[in-house]
Every structure is written in structure tokens, then in C-alpha cells.
């Protein structure tokens, strides 16, 4: 099956489920990450959040500030979104398949989102991303720490799930490759159903001259 059709499916039948689970994990990461946005980006800021999920948390502490658009190729954490954070605007697609304008937004996030899209694609995302974000525009994203072409794992919250990620190196060639500044690199390691998992948090920039 298509590893991108897995990821649907599997989000549309543990959408609910996922969001219980997603809220009492990783925690400070999120915390974290999200706190980089809202600190430094005016109000009104256009932000695309990749992988919005549900919308519970990050869209809805996002959308307290700025103007969101929240983007997932799960049918039915979009709909639960549209639902919980009806002051954003919401797009069911593959984050791939996007088109929006050069220098559509003052930020990006894409917080365990990116990892879930096969990683021969995820140049020419970074590439896309670093298009749509305006001069001085941020990324905040989270991206693979060890090299794995493709995991499929048959029961992650009961259902089959799909994830595709290179080393923390390889992503920080990949970010500054597409053209944009790391401000900073850092692995973090939280416990994920009693196990240690790391994950590799970018946060870029666009020059503010090209």
C-alpha cells in the first residue's frame, strides 16, 4: 500500500485516540517549540502549520495569536480541527501537494509531521517551505535524529503507521541546502510507550536577503 495512504487511513481511524495520547507525551517539547513562535512573531502573523492533526494543542494555542492555516492528509483530524479551532482555516492534502504563493507566511510549523512523508521527498519539501515563507520567515519543525527509509509499524495505537526520516545530520545539510539559516539544531529524547525516542527540532529562518 501506498506508505502515504497508511498514514491517512491510520489518522483518520485513531484521530480521537491520537489526540489523548499526543497530549500526555512530549509535553515540554511542545511546550518548547511552540513558545519559539509565539514569542517571536507579531500578532496577526500568518502561520502554516503542517500536520495540524486535530488541532488540540498546537492550532489551537496558535490561532490565539495569529493567523493559522492548518494543513493534514487526514480527512478526519481535519474535520475534528474545523470543529475545535474554528477561528483557523484548514486544508485537507498531502503537505507535498501544496501550492500556495511565494512568501505566503511568516512561519512554518511542522511539529511531528514531516517524519511521516517519505524522505526522497523531503528536499523538495524543504525547498517548498523555504518558497512559501517570506523574507525573515521561520521554520519550526521536527525531523528525523536516526536514519530510517521506511518503519511501518503494525499497531501504533492499534492501527498501521508509516514513518520515513534521515540522520539529524543529513536534515540540517537538507534545511540549509534549501536555502534557509539554522538558529538552532537540537535532538530531544522523550519516553514514547516506555521507550526512548529522539527526535531532531529545527528552527530556521529565510534570509532576509536573497
Request: proline residues 4%; hydrophobic residues 40%; glycine residues 6%.
Amino acid at each position: 500500500m501506498d506508505p502515504k495512504q497508511i498514514v491517512a487511513d491510520g489518522y483518520d481511524s485513531i484521530a480521537e485516540q491520537h489526540e489523548e495520547w499526543a497530549s500526555s507525551v512530549r509535553i515540554e517539547e511542545r511546550t518548547k517549540y511552540t513558545a519559539v513562535l509565539l514569542e517571536k512573531l507579531p500578532e496577526g502573523a500568518d502561520i502554516l502549520e503542517l500536520g495540524c492533526g486535530s488541532g488540540i494543542p498546537t492550532t489551537q494555542q496558535l490561532a490565539e495569536k495569529f493567523a493559522v492555516t492548518g494543513v493534514d492528509i487526514s480527512a478526519k483530524q481535519v474535520e475534528l480541527a474545523q470543529q475545535k479551532v474554528p477561528t483557523a482555516k484548514f486544508i485537507h492534502s498531502d503537505m507535498i501537494q501544496l501550492g500556495f504563493l511565494e512568501g505566503s507566511f511568516d512561519a512554518i510549523a511542522a511539529f511531528y509531521s514531516m517524519i511521516h512523508v517519505p524522505r526522497q521527498e523531503q528536499a523538495d519539501l524543504l525547498c517548498k517551505i523555504r518558497s512559501w515563507l517570506r523574507p525573515g520567515g521561520l521554520l519550526v519543525a521536527t525531523m528525523g535524529a536516526h536514519s530510517t527509509e521506511a518503519y511501518f509499524n503494525e499497531n501504533f495505537l492499534g492501527k498501521p503507521m508509516y514513518w520515513s526520516n534521515f540522520d539529524s545530520e543529513t536534515n540540517r545539510r537538507l534545511v540549509r541546502e534549501a536555502g534557509l539559516s539554522i538558529i538552532s539544531a537540537k535532538e530531544e529524547t522523550a519516553d514514547e510507550f516506555q521507550k526512548p525516542i529522539t527526535f531532531l527540532w529545527i528552527v530556521a529562518q529565510k534570509p532576509v536577503t536573497t
